[in-house]
């Protein structure tokens, strides 16, 4: 018998985004959505990478110079050693910290290979990715499982 794909079980409308939103935004828009990291695309659905909650902790933490995220003085007696002043997160582009490496699998992949990959890499959610780098979905542990329900319990191995 012949295994579903991820396609046939993934999630389609995935919260996103964009590389010139700034760390402040990502963070507004992965609280409102109570998510833990969301994929960056570009205007064509490509994806560039991730952002995850811990990106913008580690920000939060060793934030960048405001000299590095492009602040500036106008004045030369509002002058202050740029380099050693942290950023605000306003200036910080999301583009500067998503993660470029993703865990994904194709939406024609069967769903024991999108299993074994969560098993393997011990996390509980795939991103699924055409050939063309467009981001199609998600896919996750409870997806897989309910797709195990549903088919009369048959095991999501590879």
Known sequence: MPQR?????????????????????AERVLAEHRIGGAPVIDDEGRLLGVVSQ???VRLDAA?????????????VSDYRDLERIP?????VRVAEILQPRVL??????????AAA??????????LVIGDDRRLCGVV???DLLVARFISGLTPLRA
Not at 117 to 126: A, G, I, K, P, W
């Open 104 to 113: 994904a699998i194709p939406p024609d992949a069967p769903l024991a290979e």
């Open 63 to 75: 934030p960048p110079s405001a000299a590095s995220a492009g602040a500036f003085f106008t004045d």
């Open 87 to 91: 950023a605000n997160e306003s200036l």
């Open 5 to 25: 794909p991820v396609k046939a079980v993934m999630k389609r409308d995935v919260v996103t985004l964009r590389p010139e939103m700034t760390a402040r935004d």
């Open 140 to 142: 996750s542990a409870i």
């Open 117 to 126: 990959r969560m098993r393997e890499h011990r996390v509980h959610r795939l």
């Open 54 to 56: 811990s990106d913008l």
